[in-house]
T-cell receptor, first 110, second 115 residues
Framework: KNEVEQSPQNLTAQEGEFITINCSYSVGISALHWLQQHPGGGIVSLFMLSSGKKKHGRLIATINIQEKHSSLHITASHPRDSAVYICAAATPDSNYQLIWGAGTKLIIKP | EAQVTQNPRYLITVTGKKLTVTCSQNMNHEYMSWYRQDPGLGLRQIYYSMNVEVTDKGDVPEGYKVSRKEKRNFPLILESPSPNQTSLYFC??????????????FGPGTRLTVL
């Protein structure tokens, strides 16, 4: 069992829908990262959080430390949101490394 | 513009021919890292560096070397490339010395094919 698991693996939705991508982890963490990988391959950091909630534009990331679960939400989704979304966990004993989820491929249809 | 650059972006080579992929950042970041990304396996860390002359192995270091002689540069060296090193490679940097609790900035990627 992977220490960081994402669901779903693939998600197709219509433009305008509210999107939720989940990330569960089985280890204690010091921070949880969300990143976006564009269809062209480029990777961009979206959020890093260790508690609560962060918002940037139409993107919202939440984390529940007790439940070891984080979610990435996209409101009013748009085709340009189509990408792979990756979560990664930083653990106190990770020796300066992140534990990576496998990614969720999101397709938003017009 | 603050950025991480990688060169080359695409490379096709043959088994055994030494190659270097360069990585440079202009943000004065302490931490730099190399990843490879393969279908179904996600990102895997090859090597990382917390500062000049300080490097350490990641999860998949076999067949790779790195050096960090200057803060801005972190080249990835494949002394004798093999077909199983065909992959998409990313360099990343972050401000502090611990990459896991800082935002990471990624280069555009280098697609390497070893024949």
């Amino acid at each position: 069992k992977n220490e960081v698991e994402q669901s779903p693996q693939n998600l197709t939705a219509q433009e305008g829908e509210f999107i939720t991508i989940n990330c569960s982890y089985s280890v204690g963490i010091s921070a949880l990262h969300w990143l976006q990988q564009h269809p062209g391959g480029g990777i961009v950091s979206l959020f890093m959080l260790s508690s609560g909630k962060k918002k940037h534009g139409r993107l919202i990331a939440t984390i529940n430390i007790q439940e070891k679960h984080s979610s990435l939400h996209i409101t009013a989704s748009h085709p340009r949101d189509s990408a792979v979304y990756i979560c990664a966990a930083a653990t106190p004993d990770s020796n300066y490394q992140l534990i990576w989820g496998a990614g969720t491929k999101l397709i938003i249809k017009p | 513009e603050a950025q991480v650059t990688q060169n080359p972006r695409y490379l096709i080579t043959v088994t055994g021919k030494k190659l270097t992929v360069t990585c440079s950042q202009n943000m004065n970041h302490e931490y730099m890292s190399w990843y490879r990304q393969d279908p179904g396996l996600g990102l895997r860390q090859i090597y990382y560096s917390m500062n000049v002359e300080v490097t350490d192995k990641g999860d998949v270091p076999e067949g790779y070397k790195v050096s960090r002689k200057e803060k801005r540069n972190f080249p990835l060296i494949l002394e004798s490339p093999s077909p199983n090193q065909t992959s998409l490679y990313f360099c990343a940097s972050s401000p502090g010395t611990s990459g896991e609790t800082d935002t990471q900035y990624f280069g555009p990627g280098t697609r390497l094919t070893v024949l």
